[in-house]
């Protein structure tokens, strides 16, 4: 073999094993580039989620203020104001049957039939009850 091939076969061997490294590095820069990618995607959904749960608690906040004093507000209100009272408590109304003179409520906003259950629990517990 002469010096010329000897060489040639040398920078073959370096450019196949530098090659190989370069493509070993750029697939670990891909793989940091996805998974950046991946966690700007799962970072920005659980911010999205947390928002959504601060408005939750924002309105659930105001739904305890509003019913704990739902029955002061009902007596203090004007037509309008009873009218909007009454939806937030009975979503979807409340349905008046003329021949058996009943009121049916569909559907009460879960708040205050958490309120409910609570009340009744707490009276079972006054008076000694077992939950």
């Known amino acids: 073999m002469d010096i010329g091939t000897t060489i040639a076969n040398g920078f073959r ?3 196949a094993i530098r090659t190989e ?3 070993k590095a750029k697939e670990e820069v891909d793989k ?6 991946d966690a700007q995607k799962v970072l920005s959904a659980v911010q999205s989620k947390i928002r959504d749960l ?21 007596v203090s209100s004007d037509y309008i104001d009873k009218e909007r ?9 409340m349905l008046y049957n003329k021949e058996n ?7 009460v906003n879960s708040i205050f039939t958490v309120i409910s259950c609570l009340s009744y629990i707490s009276a079972k517990n006054k008076n000694g009850q077992p939950s």
């Open 21 to 23: 490294e370069i493509k």
């Open 85 to 93: 009272l009454q939806y937030l408590i009975y979503p979807n109304g």
């Open 54 to 74: 601060e408005k939750k608690l924002k309105e659930l906040k105001k739904g305890l203020t509003i019913s704990k004093k739902a029955s002061q507000l009902w």
């Open 101 to 107: 003179n009943t009121v049916r409520t569909p559907r």
């Open 13 to 15: 061997g370096t450019f």
């Open 32 to 37: 940091t580039y996805y998974a950046d990618i």
